[in-house]
Nanobody, 124 residues
Framework: QVQLVESGGGLVQAGGSLRLSCAAS????????MGWFRQAPGKERESIAA????????NYAESVKGRFTISRDNAKNTVYLQMNSLKPEDTAVYLC?????????????????WGHGTQVTVSS
């Protein structure tokens, strides 16, 4: 089992920045591919970013390219999502997820473990 706990959400004005963290436990962190997703009320879960086990490869959804950066610190068992130039449409619950396979993916159903999420609200 893998436990994931997100933190760092909050209320920010449009144009501002936030850094989300996701702490993992229960399995060797460097054996996990990690991803960030978000879900707004009444909308489907949306893929944001994914990072490989080593951190050497990343992939982003078009909607956040150039604004968001995913990174990881395997020594701290933590994955991060730096969010810059935030927009009101970025408002959502942000969730991190862990994938046991070695294939980098943004497909939500490929992820086996999920955190409970952290709320990000961007005011206009």
């Amino acid at each position: 089992q893998v436990q994931l706990v997100e933190s760092g959400g909050g209320l920010v004005q449009a144009g501002g920045s936030l850094r989300l963290s996701c702490a993992a436990s229960g399995r060797t962190f460097s054996s996990l591919g990690m991803g960030w997703f978000r879900q707004a009320p009444g909308k489907e879960r949306e893929s944001i970013a994914a990072i490989s086990r080593s951190g050497g490869t990343t992939n982003y959804a078009e909607s956040v390219k150039g604004r968001f950066t995913i990174s990881r610190d395997n020594a701290k068992n933590t994955v991060y999502l730096q969010m810059n130039s935030l927009k009101p449409e970025d408002t959502a619950v942000y969730l991190c997820a862990a994938d046991l396979s070695s294939v980098l993916t943004l497909v939500p159903h490929r992820y086996e473990y999920w955190g409970h999420g952290t709320q990000v609200t961007v005011s206009s």
